[in-house]
């Protein structure tokens, strides 16, 4: 008891506070800007970090965690960019709700769901961080690959135009996935030789390339095809009806506790992490569809799904580091090399000998979360002002953050020629109806689903009756075939009434 | 870095005779680690390197180039010219045992060995459930029920490894594959796998007894964990030493190496040093220069064997 | 403007090309046996084949659907602007380090877009290159 208070006491020291602040506003910034993200600003944090004491250190990366995913929604929203990977998703309602002239109504609804979803998560850690982690023990090699299964069948939520094409997309992100170094004989695959790609292609660079620096090709097309005459509507701003009021909250109030909800119980899961949380977060509130709500077209809850979950990933995700002493994330992993940099090895016994720290520690996550709320509001009237700045100069300088950012991630030219490279490609999949968020989800869902499956196949001696003996993984097969079901039917009828779904 | 090199190179040109006169080092050098920030490797590099820094009477900067177990900062490396302001810190096996399993562009002959500075705790582990003591327990077990088992794995290392003890034993010990260390220990940790082996993530569970160590790869026991066998004692006849590991380009000068090698070895008999890898679970174990070499290139045949024997 | 039942036809015969290439070419030259447990081609090869049966269904239906589906948009103008754009920036990273390519490249992008005034070209430039100078120099 006495650590609890002395903890939460530490954690309100005006330098704790302080760089909690200086973490949420750094991340914050690197959310916002597209081709900068949360695993690169905190690999260059942790040096700083190395002179701090241990619970400045953590408090300044856990702020950055944090914000990170938080400030991802600004440009998504704005300009149909996502500031992070996870944010791919807000694009899919945030752009076409800015197109209505309803930009804040929808930053509103991601602050708010990232807010909520990010307390969520911070409070399962504090209460229930034992029993969450034992359970989530409990998932091994045969439930993964059916969670797995699971988090394939909402590539068909999210195919966009044409589900075929969105299905062979999210195949070819997991074909691009199975670069490098096979995990289970260690043997190249279609590395063509090169040591830069025994690694697998650079995460950041395909999806900079992909969903950034393509949609600046795509957005100066536009701009010429708007100066040659033929008019799209502009983003509006300052339009009358673009307030987030009680009604709005309401109306998106059940999709974010339940988005919450979601995200936590996919942060608890190592190996799961922020993208696949949004990605299932958007295509269940989806499927909860009710008459009249537009997905796609600019669905307030879209946005609140996808930021929610997001951020209620990265608390949840620390559950299995306090309470076992093992990464469930790269945030997690991050944060145990602060920790140990200061001497504090992260254990099963954590809390016998450091209470005062980890007590001081969940102080710090709350207060980070309060500071992203009203960091978050005020940046908003800040970056609603991005509308107003032309897009022959959004253009290049979105442009060189993705050069810089591709550079910066593994200090490597050759990351920064793949990323234009697969710009090219996105480009192309856009123009032919090729969905590039179910590329992505297929380039992040695939490493993990061909892992699970070999473990899966390596433990069951390929003996399909050892699947009786895991009522989990049985039970989350069932809800990936009806929902498979679900989607083929929606398909068939996506494909009867022409590729204008 | 890339820039650094384009007037490296321009200010070599322009001086036909590099600074081979005046006493090195005279400006900054780089140690690029070959792992990403906060490893184990890492942050040792980064304790090491502040103390050579304060030895050379010159800043050292430390760089991240993470890939390929260290593989992608190595192969860089050998692209360097050897001066004595280009190093790079890994572990030994990037250098010993990866250029044997995967076609790399560097081989153990194309660097100079500056220091080792570390040992890794590597073992095999069990749930304490299991009521295995040690690693002949598990194996006499294993053969009773069935002479087939399966052990969570992270690197080709430690497949190689129990390739060999397979033999050895007449147990056939599966590998299930892994991401990181940390994985390895939660698989065991979830019963999903009965064995598994760490090169260290496991330290902290074994210390509070969530898991059993079962025995250390290493050629003797750890500190941190006396009563757990070495494989060697156990009677396998194997081992696996792998290292945290400075390297430079092959060929540096002797006007370079000497006040280099000095500079390390000082560095990492430091008090400060010594703590640091007792609380990382890392076995002291220093060696610099042409002694160092030897241990690797040891080493290097060592795997070569083991891989011959494990086919 | 409707999308030519040629267009379709190249489009299927480009992509489904494209895959048997991966499968009898691409992935067996650049996979080797593992020696134990799921070959490592095994993944590649059903993705590719998959991503195959895909567009060939795809292409069938549309073929035979006979419905007029809008044309797919003209031109790469766009698309060579934009990479030059981010190949010059590249260029500039690897000669002249992170600042100058800040600097340099959203210049060279607004030139690209048609901005010919010297004042937003240069001051853009300044910012940002100043800006990445003091963080990463």
């Known amino acids: 008891m006495s650590d609890l208070l002395l903890g939460f006491g530490d954690a309100l020291t005006p330098v704790t506070i302080l760089f909690v602040f200086l973490g949420v506003l750094l991340g914050y910034a690197i959310g916002v800007l597209p081709g900068l993200n949360r695993p690169a600003a905190l690999a260059i944090a942790i040096p700083l970090s190395y002179y701090m004491t241990p619970l400045s250190a953590v408090a300044f990366l856990i702020g950055i965690a944090k914000a990170s995913g938080a400030g991802g929604a600004t440009t998504a929203v704005l300009i149909n960019v996502p500031g992070e990977p996870n944010a791919a998703v807000t694009c899919l309602d945030g752009y076409p709700l800015a197109r209505k002239g309803k930009a804040r109504q929808a930053l509103q609804a991601a602050l708010y769901g990232s807010v909520i979803g990010d307390i969520v998560g911070t409070l399962a850690l504090i209460l229930l961080a034992r029993p969450l982690a034992n359970f989530a023990l409990k998932i091994g090699p045969v439930e993964m690959t059916a969670l797995m299964l699971l988090a394939l069948t909402f590539i068909a939520a999210l195919a966009g135009k044409s589900l075929l094409r969105g299905l062979a997309a999210g195949i070819f992100g997991m074909l691009v996935a199975t670069i490098g170094l096979d995990i289970e004989s260690g043997t190249p695959r279609m590395t063509f030789e090169q040591v830069e790609l025994l690694d697998g292609v650079p995460l950041l660079a395909i999806t900079v390339g992909m969903l950034a620096l393509s949609e600046m090709v795509i957005q100066t097309e536009e701009l010429f095809s708007q100066r040659g005459g033929a008019a799209t509507p502009p983003v509006r701003t300052d339009a009358s009806g673009d307030r987030f009021g009680w009604g709005e909250f309401r109306h998106v109030l059940p999709t974010i506790m339940r988005s919450s909800v979601i995200g936590t119980a996919i942060g608890i899961i190592p190996g799961l992490g922020p993208s696949v ?27 609140a799904a996808a930021e929610t979950a997001d951020n209620a990933v990265v608390p949840a995700s620390f559950i299995p580091l306090f309470a076992l002493g093992l990464p469930g994330s790269v945030s997690a992993a991050i944060l145990i090399a602060a920790l140990t940099v200061h001497g504090v090895i992260p254990g099963p016994r954590l809390f016998e000998e450091h209470g005062r720290l980890i007590y001081g520690i969940y102080g710090t996550m709350i207060v980070a979360a309060l500071l992203m709320l009203v ?29 810089v950012g591709a550079y910066l991630e593994v200090h490597s030219l050759f990351a920064v020629w793949v990323m234009i490279g697969f710009a090219a490609l996105g480009y192309l999949m856009h123009r032919f109806d090729y969905s590039r968020v179910t590329f992505l989800i297929g380039f992040v869902i695939g490493p993990q689903f061909e892992l699970s499956l070999r473990q899966t196949l390596i433990v069951t001696d390929r003996d399909p009756a050892a699947l009786l003996g895991h009522p989990i993984a049985l039970a989350i097969l069932a809800v990936a075939a009806l929902g498979a079901l679900f989607s083929l039917r929606g398909g068939s009828r996506a494909l009867s009434s022409g590729d204008a779904v | 870095m890339r820039k650094r090199l384009a007037l490296m190179g321009a200010a070599v040109f322009l001086l036909g005779q590099p600074a081979a006169q005046a006493a090195w080092p005279e400006k900054p050098v780089t140690v690029t680690v070959g792992f990403g920030a906060g490893g184990t490797t890492d942050v040792v590099a980064r304790a090491v390197a502040d103390l050579v820094s304060k030895k050379l009477g010159q800043p050292v900067i430390v760089e991240n180039r993470p890939g390929a177990g260290g593989a992608v900062a190595a ?7 050897a001066d004595g302001y280009n190093l790079v810190a890994t572990t030994s096996t990037t250098i010993t045992l990866d250029p044997q399993v995967t076609k790399l562009g560097f081989s153990i002959d194309d660097f100079t060995y500056v220091a080792a500075t570390g040992e890794f705790p590597e073992a095999f582990i069990a749930l304490p459930k299991s009521g295995w003591k040690t690693l002949k327990d598990a194996i006499e077990a294993s053969k009773a029920s069935g002479g087939k088992t399966t052990y969570a794995s992270s690197t080709s290392l430690d497949r190689m490894i129990t390739a060999a003890l397979g033999k050895k034993t007449g147990l056939q010990l599966v590998p299930v594959p892994t991401r990181s260390g940390a994985e390895v220990v939660t698989q065991v940790m979830g019963g999903h796998t009965p064995l598994g082996y760490s090169s260290g993530a496991y330290y902290p569970q074994a210390k509070s007894g969530e898991v059993a160590a079962l025995a250390v790869l290493g050629e003797k026991r750890l500190k941190g964990l006396p009563n757990v066998p070495t494989l060697k004692e156990l009677g396998y006849g194997l081992s696996s030493v792998n290292l945290i590991l400075f390297v430079a380009p092959k060929g540096l000068p002797a006007d370079v190496a000497k006040p280099l090698y000095a500079a390390f070895a000082a560095a990492a008999a430091d008090p400060s040093i ?4 007792e609380k990382r679970s890392l076995n002291d174990f220093v060696a610099t220069g042409d002694e160092l070499a030897k241990t690797i290139a040891s080493q290097s045949e060592g795997f070569k064997q083991l891989l011959e024997v494990s086919k | 403007m409707t999308r030519s039942r040629a267009s379709l036809l190249a489009e299927m015969l480009l992509l489904g090309g494209g895959c048997l290439a991966l499968l009898f070419w691409i992935i067996p030259t650049q996979t080797s046996e593992g020696g134990f447990g799921l070959s490592p081609a095994f993944l590649p090869n059903i993705l590719a084949a998959a991503i195959l049966l895909l567009v060939l269904a795809d292409g069938v239906l549309r073929l035979t659907a006979r419905r007029p589906e809008s044309a797919y948009p003209a031109g790469f103008g766009a698309l060579a602007r934009s990479l030059a754009v981010a190949g010059f920036g590249a260029i500039v990273l690897a000669y002249a380090g992170v600042a100058a390519s800040a600097a340099l490249t959203p210049a060279a992008g607004m030139l690209a877009l048609g901005e010919r005034r010297p004042l937003p070209v240069l001051a853009t430039s300044a910012l940002l290159g100043g800006a990445f100078w003091l963080v990463f120099r």
């Open chain 2, 274 to 277: 010594v703590e640091l890898m």
């Open chain 2, 75 to 81: 192969t860089a490396l050998t692209k360097l010219p």
């Open chain 1, 277 to 303: 949380a949004s990605f299932a977060s958007y295509g269940i509130a989806k499927r909860f569809a009710r008459p009249g709500e537009r997905y796609g077209e600019g669905e307030l809850k879209g946005v």
């Open chain 1, 375 to 403: 960091v978050g509001r005020v940046g908003l009237v800040a970056f609603a002002q991005l509308t107003r700045v032309p897009a022959a100069v959004i253009i290049p300088v979105v442009t060189m953050l993705c050069v």
